[in-house]
């Protein structure tokens, strides 16, 4: 993999003139965020060498380039899903490339399901810590020392100097926010009521399909994260309604509008 992400590198740079040290990868519901970013250059995922494209209805496929709050900005619109790609590789190539492009820290957006019965469609959740459940991990495979080391702490994996600032910004915005742990299950079907009471079982506050693989690749880079879910839905068993993809997409639309500003003096302030 090596080889390949310094092929995509090369691409990107030739493309883009700043070297940003931020990054965003925007989830579902959360792509309109990209426009507030100025100076704008937009390379297709399908043009960047060895980038996996999506097919999921939310993700626009594109990296983008550009400026916030005065700071470079690197801007996944559109992530890449297990499921969708159906080896880990190609999920975690574009942080592996990130990485590589000398970015420090990524601010993470998803959509998610709520497990806790104290979180409702729309608010907005800072991830504390993650379970992973996807059955396999990113790190697995051929090492290369140049990513990182092979056997990464996570302990802090969700950085607690940066979740703090992000909920004092919350805070001065009198904007509401709840914090949680975020089970990653690989999809894409949702999950049944009794999966859900197990998670429950084991500590998790939210659940959703993505994110985690991610997180792993960049902790073991060395980058810094922090991450932020939208509960789109009530889990499977918690609301007898069902859950529809569309019902993802409209409520990240709509709560993204009001998170907005607080990611962007977020920014400001990193």
């Given at each position: 993999?090596?080889?390949?992400?310094?092929?995509?590198?090369?691409?990107?740079r030739s493309k883009i003139s700043t070297s940003p040290e931020i990054a965003l990868v925007l989830g579902s519901g959360f792509g309109n965020f990209a426009y507030e970013m100025k100076q704008v250059v937009s390379i297709a995922y399908k043009d960047i060498p060895h980038f996996f494209v999506g097919?999921?209805?939310?993700?626009?496929?594109?990296?983008?380039?550009?400026?916030?709050?005065?700071?470079?900005?690197?801007?996944?619109?559109?992530?890449?899903?297990?499921?969708?790609?159906?080896?880990?590789?190609?999920?975690i190539f574009p942080i592996r490339v990130l990485h590589a492009l000398g970015i420090k820290t990524i601010i993470f957006t998803n959509a998610a399901g709520a497990i806790n019965p104290a979180f409702n469609p729309g608010d907005l959740i800072v991830i504390r810590d993650h379970i992973n459940c996807l059955g396999t991990n990113p790190l697995i495979g051929k090492h290369e020392d140049a990513f990182g080391s092979r056997f990464t702490d996570l302990t802090d994996t969700y950085d607690q100097a940066l979740r703090t600032q992000l909920k004092e910004v919350f805070g001065h915005s009198d904007i509401p926010y709840k914090e949680g742990v975020y089970v990653a299950v690989t999809g894409p079907s949702y999950e049944t009521p009794a999966e859900i009471r197990m998670f429950k079982t084991m500590g998790a506050d939210l659940v959703g399909m993505s994110t985690v693989p991610s997180v792993i690749v960049a902790r073991q880079g060395g980058i810094k994260v922090v991450a932020v879910s939208c509960i789109t839905n009530t889990a499977a068993g918690i609301s007898p309604a069902k859950i529809s993809h569309e019902e993802v997409i409209a409520t990240g639309k709509q709560a993204q509008e009001k998170f907005k500003n607080v990611l962007i003096e977020f920014i400001k302030r990193l």
């Open positions: 993999m090596y080889t390949e992400v310094q092929e995509a590198v090369k691409y990107i097919s999921v209805p939310g993700h626009a496929n594109e990296l983008l380039a550009g400026v916030i709050a005065k700071k470079n900005i690197l801007c996944m619109k559109g992530r890449i899903h297990y499921y969708e790609a159906g080896v880990m590789e190609k999920v």
